[in-house]
């Protein structure tokens, strides 16, 4: 927990039920002081567990009780190991409408959305970069058969590693 920058970072890793997941965090916000004020970046890259609906259900319930009437305008990143479906997208979770939620594949980027106080500019330059990116991987799987040995070796190599 960074309290100068307002973020909690919570990294489950390895393997959790879904409910020994949700109650050792629900125990550790509970033991923070006014933690609806505090961002979140969970990071979930090494968490080998499964989350369904219902126990995000159930964190959202519990998250409710936690910060009681109070109403929390913090923003949470959510960090996965796999390209994000709804890349550089920030909007509310169903349970959390309070709150601004954005997926991440990169901690720094991550890092960065919750402590700027440009947030929809940042995501917006983000964007413009996978953009960019997708546009290249695009011309690249289309471009005819390497001829040079460095572009064969180049072509080896998957894109979307």
Known sequence: MNTDLKVIVIR?????????????????LLATQ??????????????????????VEKLARQWRSIRGNHRSFAHMAILRLERPY??????????????????????????TWLTTDERIGYLKSLKVRAEACEAVSSAR?????????????????????
Do not use: H
């Open 86 to 111: 709804r890349l550089y997208q920030a909007g509310p979770l169903s349970g959390f409408p309070d709150e601004t939620i954005c997926r991440f594949s990169d901690f720094q980027e991550a890092m």
């Open 12 to 28: 489950p890793i390895g393997y959790l039920s879904a409910e020994r997941l949700i109650d050792n965090l629900c125990d550790r």
């Open 141 to 161: 799987r289309t471009r005819n058969t390497p001829t040079t040995e460095t572009e064969i070796e180049f072509a080896k190599i998957p894109y979307d590693a």
């Open 34 to 55: 006014e933690v609806w004020r505090f961002n979140r970046l969970i990071d979930i890259r090494r968490f080998e567990g499964e989350l369904e609906a219902r126990d």
